[in-house]
């Protein structure tokens, strides 16, 4: 159940997101006054101002830490009674936008509480290091005809915001980063279409006992001047065994950038910690189409999971939706990226001409600093509807992070079709597998052209290693649809529940292409 609230949550800051257009929220940045105007939006009220600096939300966060859990409370119930239309019909007041028409390169837009959303994030501008925060109120809001009556008491504030920049490079501000629901967070390159998330923290994904979502309490977006590239996002997140403080700058572009700094203050030892966790959604594909009764012929938003491991390979799983909890852990040592990608890129590949998924982008991770020993872990959970995120990725530490320390981490997250680097190697394109007449499963894998791939095949050797179960001699031909070369094999699971693959193609014994790695699940 918990991961169907989490792709709950994501649907709908996704709709919020995407449904709103130009009905935005926001205020000046006239800071010296308690209410700020444009010439077209509300008025907004704003706090008394307090010196700020990127130290507060450490020292706010050491000091979550060394006390007690508090739960934040919920907003009114009429709040939380909302349905998706209605919540969809409170719409921002055009014009009102932060920023907005001012010499500065970005503009943030906010969301409304309410339905899924169901308690309040404190936000602050900082501007000439002082922050105020933004009082939540409906004169900010246009209401649509599907709205009821809403009180405007009780624990009352914002549930997230959105960053407009200059993303297309056209000097048009849009829409490429979303921060909304526990420590959930979105972006996008230039002229993609939103799919995977970012969060903050996971912790105790996939465990027996449940999962445990942190959520980030309080913002502080700094104001940007003019010809500067990147706007700065600070965050405070909270929850029953961890405190901790984030740093984001965020720089739109054909690949966006994130950078991450943060610190971790356990209340607890975190013996089952994730570190840049990403959560996404697999259906299905070519391996388990049959199971779906669908005119498209795939579901997904990422297709596989790439790691440049510490022993400089370059690893390839396809991701799979298996009918039990499937957790796979790739251990490491000092990692030097991972992600999910989306290499299913033309529009045939999923015939869905709404959701866009071939135009989904990826997200690619690179450690700030030498992470040490531990897994790339990826957990796959059982989904029968395209609505709920069921695959989430982290880098999770062999040791514990302990109760009262320090943790201090940093990441470079890019966002885009291609953000991933070239591994200078022949990828994996597709994985294909079916049932073969007169027993055992066809599996096919095909692979991207590469100058590493010889014109004669006699000289390229697929090297296939299986962990349990049985398989034919591979055979290798050229694929003129890809330009590329297509290994296949038939592979006997016998009795077995699950059969564990990997193959490369080698020349000279030397790797020429990705390592594709399977798991087989009867």
């Given at each position: 159940?918990?991961?169907?609230?989490?792709?709950?949550?994501?649907?709908?800051?996704?709709?919020?997101?995407?449904?709103?257009?130009?009905?935005?929220?926001?205020?000046?940045?006239?800071?010296?006054?308690?209410?700020?105007?444009?010439d077209v939006g509300p008025l907004m009220k704003l706090g008394e101002p307090t010196p700020f600096h990127s130290s507060l939300v450490a020292a706010k966060a050491r000091a979550l830490a060394?006390?007690?859990?508090?739960?934040?409370?919920?907003?009114?119930?009429?709040?939380?009674?909302?349905?998706?239309?209605?919540?969809?019909?409170?719409?921002?007041?055009?014009?009102?936008?932060?920023?907005?028409?001012?010499?500065?390169?970005?503009?943030?837009?906010?969301?409304?509480?309410?339905?899924?959303?169901?308690?309040?994030?404190?936000?602050?501008?900082?501007?000439?290091?002082?922050?105020?925060?933004?009082?939540?109120?409906?004169?900010?809001?246009?209401?649509?005809?599907?709205?009821?009556?809403?009180?405007?008491?009780?624990?009352?504030?914002?549930?997230?915001?959105?960053?407009?920049?200059?993303?297309?490079?056209?000097?048009?501000?849009?829409?490429?980063?979303?921060?909304?629901?526990?420590?959930?967070?979105?972006?996008?390159?230039?002229?993609?279409?939103?799919?995977?998330?970012?969060?903050?923290?996971?912790?105790?994904?996939?465990?027996?006992?449940?999962?445990?979502?942190?959520?980030?309490?309080?913002?502080?977006?700094?104001?940007?001047?003019?010809?500067?590239?990147?706007?700065?996002?600070?965050?405070?997140?909270?929850?029953?065994?961890?405190?901790?403080?984030?740093?984001?700058?965020?720089?739109?572009?054909?690949?966006?950038?994130?950078?991450?700094?943060?610190?971790?203050?356990?209340?607890?030892?975190?013996?089952?910690?994730?570190?840049?966790?990403?959560?996404?959604?697999?259906?299905?594909?070519?391996?388990?189409?049959?199971?779906?009764?669908?005119?498209?012929?795939?579901?997904?938003?990422?297709?596989?999971?790439?790691?440049?491991?510490?022993a400089g390979e370059i690893l390839w799983r396809p991701l799979s939706n298996p009918s039990l909890l499937q957790i796979s852990s790739f251990v490491d040592n000092s990692p030097r990226g991972?992600?999910?990608?989306?290499?299913?890129?033309?529009?045939?590949?999923?015939?869905?001409?709404?959701?866009?998924?071939?135009?989904?982008?990826?997200?690619?991770?690179?450690?700030?600093?030498?992470?040490?020993?531990?897994?790339?872990?990826?957990?796959?959970?059982?989904?029968?509807?395209?609505?709920?995120?069921?695959?989430?990725?982290?880098?999770?530490?062999?040791?514990?992070?302990?109760?009262?320390?320090?943790?201090?981490?940093?990441?470079?997250?890019?966002?885009?079709?291609?953000?991933?680097?070239?591994?200078?190697?022949?990828?994996?394109?597709?994985?294909?597998?079916?049932?073969?007449?007169?027993?055992?499963?066809?599996?096919?894998?095909?692979?991207?052209?590469?100058?590493?791939?010889?014109?004669?095949?006699?000289?390229?050797?697929?090297?296939?290693?299986?962990?349990?179960?049985?398989?034919?001699?591979?055979?290798?031909?050229?694929?003129?649809?890809?330009?590329?070369?297509?290994?296949?094999?038939?592979?006997?699971?016998?009795?077995?529940?699950?059969?564990?693959?990997?193959?490369?193609?080698?020349?000279?014994?030397?790797?020429?292409?990705?390592?594709?790695?399977?798991?087989?699940?009867?």
């Amino acid at each position: 159940m918990a991961d169907v609230t989490r792709r709950s949550v994501l649907g709908i800051a996704g709709k919020a997101a995407m449904l709103s257009g130009a009905n935005a929220f926001g205020l000046t940045s006239a800071m010296a006054s308690g209410l700020v105007s444009s010439d077209v939006g509300p008025l907004m009220k704003l706090g008394e101002p307090t010196p700020f600096h990127s130290s507060l939300v450490a020292a706010k966060a050491r000091a979550l830490a060394q006390v007690s859990y508090k739960p934040r409370p919920n907003v009114p119930k009429p709040w939380l009674d909302l349905n998706y239309d209605q919540y969809r019909d409170i719409r921002f007041h055009p014009g009102s936008t932060l920023w907005r028409g001012e010499d500065t390169p970005f503009e943030v837009q906010f969301f409304a509480p309410g339905l899924y959303f169901t308690k309040s994030v404190d936000i602050h501008i900082v501007e000439d290091a002082t922050a105020r925060p933004v009082h939540f109120s409906l004169a900010n809001f246009k209401l649509g005809p599907h709205v009821p009556k809403l009180p405007e008491t009780g624990s009352l504030g914002f549930s997230g915001f959105r960053v407009h920049g200059d993303i297309k490079g056209t000097k048009k501000l849009e829409e490429f980063a979303v921060f909304q629901g526990a420590s959930y967070f979105r972006a996008i390159g230039r002229n993609d279409t939103y799919g995977l998330s970012g969060r903050g923290l996971a912790l105790n994904t996939g465990d027996p006992t449940g999962e445990e979502f942190p959520d980030f309490i309080e913002f502080w977006i700094e104001r940007t001047i003019s010809g500067s590239e990147q706007v700065t996002v600070h965050a405070l997140l909270d929850s029953p065994s961890v405190a901790g403080a984030y740093q984001f700058e965020l720089i739109p572009g054909t690949t966006t950038i994130m950078d991450v700094k943060a610190t971790l203050y356990p209340r607890v030892d975190l013996t089952h910690v994730g570190i840049a966790p990403q959560t996404s959604m697999f259906l299905f594909d070519e391996t388990n189409r049959k199971r779906f009764d669908d005119f498209r012929p795939a579901v997904h938003d990422n297709d596989g999971l790439m790691i440049a491991n510490g022993a400089g390979e370059i690893l390839w799983r396809p991701l799979s939706n298996p009918s039990l909890l499937q957790i796979s852990s790739f251990v490491d040592n000092s990692p030097r990226g991972f992600g999910l990608m989306q290499r299913a890129r033309k529009l045939d590949d999923f015939a869905d001409l709404e959701a866009h998924y071939h135009n989904r982008p990826g997200m690619w991770i690179e450690p700030g600093e030498d992470w040490g020993k531990g897994a790339v872990t990826l957990v796959e959970i059982p989904a029968n509807r395209e609505i709920y995120d069921n695959i989430v990725t982290y880098w999770r530490p062999a040791k514990p992070i302990a109760a009262g320390s320090e943790h201090r981490m940093s990441y470079r997250l890019n966002w885009g079709k291609n953000c991933a680097p070239d591994g200078n190697v022949s990828k994996v394109l597709n994985t294909r597998s079916g049932a073969r007449y007169g027993g055992g499963r066809i599996m096919t894998i095909d692979f991207a052209p590469h100058d590493k791939i010889p014109t004669n095949l006699d000289d390229l050797h697929p090297v296939i290693n299986i962990r349990n179960g049985k398989i034919s001699p591979p055979i290798v031909q050229r694929n003129p649809a890809t330009g590329g070369v297509r290994v296949g094999f038939t592979y006997y699971p016998g009795d077995l529940a699950a059969m564990e693959m990997r193959a490369q193609l080698m020349v000279n014994k030397k790797t020429v292409s990705e390592v594709w790695l399977y798991r087989w699940t009867k």
